[in-house]
């Protein structure tokens, strides 16, 4: 178990191309959860899977963002017509449902920049 | 709707001193309460789990406490070190009925600096 790994580490992009950041949970974690962190600020939930099911989005997650999960291992968000405002640090975590209390493990997240 | 406040946004103290962080939430119906650490750059490692049953919770230097009813945590270190130096993150998962809502709400984070 290696824990939560992301992929990339950073990501410099300019605006208007779109991104993809990849996830890998801690194997046999059945939910995954997508966070954003700006400078100076705590994590703001954007959204979360059980499985292969995405059960909630936060308002926050514009028609730009899209995310997946496709087979409930591994996960994707995509950032479409990357904006300025887009930079921050996204952050992925999982968990498994039925221990106590059910702690999310995080992983080192990606660091986005977009000029 | 959840808010969670941490005050001091900042916070410097010597070598060996021990120091109190708050953290503060809006509604009680809380699952539970966790304090994670935050190095510069990195992701989050969570230091402590509050169930919302519980009053608190030890981990070697650190303790946590928890007061639902008035909305407050505390998470108290012993003899700081300049190792402790970090940001420390307080977040609430929200309970409905007997389950939890998956998310957790953060607040800001309180930037420990200590001082050799």
């Known amino acids: 178990d290696t824990g939560v790994s992301q992929d990339p580490r950073h990501k410099i992009t300019k605006r208007g191309q779109n991104v993809t950041f990849r996830c890998d949970p801690i194997?046999?974690?059945?939910?995954l959860y997508w966070y954003r962190q700006t400078l100076g600020q705590g994590p703001e939930f954007l959204t979360y899977?059980?499985?292969?099911?995405?059960?909630?989005k936060s308002r926050l997650l514009s028609d730009r963002f899209s995310a997946e999960r496709p087979k409930g291992s591994f996960s994707t968000l995509e950032i479409q017509r990357t904006e300025q405002g887009d930079s921050a640090m996204y952050l992925c975590?999982?968990?498994?449902?039925?221990?106590?209390?059910?702690?999310?493990?995080f992983g080192p997240g990606t660091r986005l920049l977009v000029l | 709707k959840q808010e969670v406040t941490q005050i001091p946004a900042a916070l410097s103290v010597p070598e060996g001193e021990n120091l109190v962080l708050n953290c503060s939430f809006t509604?009680?119906?809380?699952?539970?309460l966790q304090w994670f650490r935050q190095d510069p750059g990195k992701g989050l490692t969570s230091l402590l789990l509050?169930?919302?049953?519980?009053r608190e919770q030890t981990s070697g230097r650190l303790n946590a406490s928890l007061d639902k009813s008035s909305g407050r945590s505390t998470l108290y270190i012993a003899a700081s070190q300049p190792g402790d130096s970090a940001t420390y993150l307080c977040?609430?998962?929200?309970?409905?009925?007997?389950?939890?809502?998956?998310?957790?709400?953060f607040g800001q984070g309180t930037t420990l600096q200590v001082k050799p």
């Open positions: 509050i169930q919302s049953s519980q």
């Open positions: 975590a999982s968990s498994l449902t039925g221990t106590a209390q059910e702690t999310q493990y």
């Open positions: 194997s046999e974690h059945n939910r």
């Open positions: 509604d009680s119906a809380i699952y539970n």
């Open positions: 899977f059980q499985n292969e099911a995405q059960l909630e």
């Open positions: 977040a609430v998962k929200r309970k409905i009925g007997s389950s939890n809502t998956g998310k957790l709400i």
